[in-house]
């Protein structure tokens, strides 16, 4: 069921674990890891209202020599009679600005996106909107950019992953409409407090043009290289629970739990995301620092 109280929603799918899931807003993030990365997301979005958000996300990146980064990222998202999927490439050129290894990397993206509308799904206000013209795969160009500054403990970056304003489902109107630009600004620190605990302070603030803005802001804590536990607050949104795991150097597998704050909650049993990230770690880059983003 498509409710007015989506006002407030995206446009662009919103996840909690942003922090991991980078490169597909900011291209500047592309091979900046150190080695081949594969990660997977999936979120589940406001459990128990029908047509409610459904987002799964796939990126695959390397650095290529010193100072380059490929990628690649796919996202699958649903919401009410809509579906969406982008499929980008990025690339990075990293600038190494000090002789302490602080870099700037600056990242584009190009590909396409595939948009349905399928009129027949879910239930509406406006009885009248089933009988819409359906839209079936419509091709439509995306082209992204992005600068990312990262050390081995902190990171900022600013990025728009599409300037082209194309064709968009709006679940307020019911109705196809035009997209907004999305601009997104990403930082956070992380602090040694000892040899086994890490503390990550992060933000996420995404600017829609024509809506408010939306500001994610978490705290995280690293045990002893394994166990990642930590909280997020998307400003007049929800608060949510993480939880993170290690198993091995090279696999990482987390869980977060979205507990709406606004009048939403009366509708539904909250959001759940899960993510997987291989790192296919060799002889040659194992040595690295590890990095806890």
Not at 114 to 141: H, M, Q, T, V, Y
Not at 205 to 230: C, E, H, M, R, Y
Request: no cysteine; aromatic share 14%.
């Amino acid at each position: 069921m498509l409710l007015p109280l989506w006002s407030n929603a995206q446009q662009d799918p919103q996840v909690t674990h942003y922090m991991y899931n980078t490169m597909t807003v900011n291209p500047g993030y592309t091979g900046s890891r150190g080695h081949l990365t594969a990660i997977s997301l999936f979120r589940d979005q406001w459990v128990g209202i029908e047509g409610s958000p459904r987002t799964i996300t796939f990126g695959l990146d390397s650095p290529i020599g010193q100072f380059d980064g490929l990628g690649l990222s796919i996202v699958q998202d649903e919401l009410g009679p809509s579906e969406e999927t982008y499929i980008d490439a990025n690339y990075s050129h990293h600038l190494i600005l000090n002789n302490r290894g602080h870099r700037l990397a600056l990242g584009l993206k190009a590909g396409v996106r595939f948009f349905s509308l399928d009129w027949s799904k879910g239930l509406f206000r406006d009885p009248e909107a089933r009988f819409n013209e359906n839209i079936n795969s419509k091709l439509l160009p995306s082209i992204g950019a992005g600068a990312f500054y990262f050390t081995r403990n902190a990171y900022l970056g600013v990025s728009t992953p599409n300037v082209f304003t194309n064709a968009h489902y709006d679940e307020i109107q019911e109705s196809e409409a035009v997209e907004r630009l999305h601009f997104f600004l990403i930082g956070g620190y992380v602090f040694d407090i000892n040899r086994e605990l890490k503390f990550k302070p992060s933000f996420f603030i995404k600017q829609v043009t024509g809506a408010p803005i939306s500001v994610d802001v978490s705290a995280n804590f690293l045990l002893n290289g394994t166990l990642n536990l930590g909280a997020n607050y998307r400003w007049d949104d929800s608060v949510s629970a993480l939880f993170g795991f290690q198993i091995s150097p090279k696999f990482n597998v987390g869980y977060a739990y979205d507990y709406s704050i606004n009048e939403l909650n009366n509708y539904n049993t909250g959001t759940h995301e899960i993510f997987l990230r291989y790192q296919w770690i060799t002889r040659e880059n194992r040595l690295k620092s590890p990095r806890f983003f």
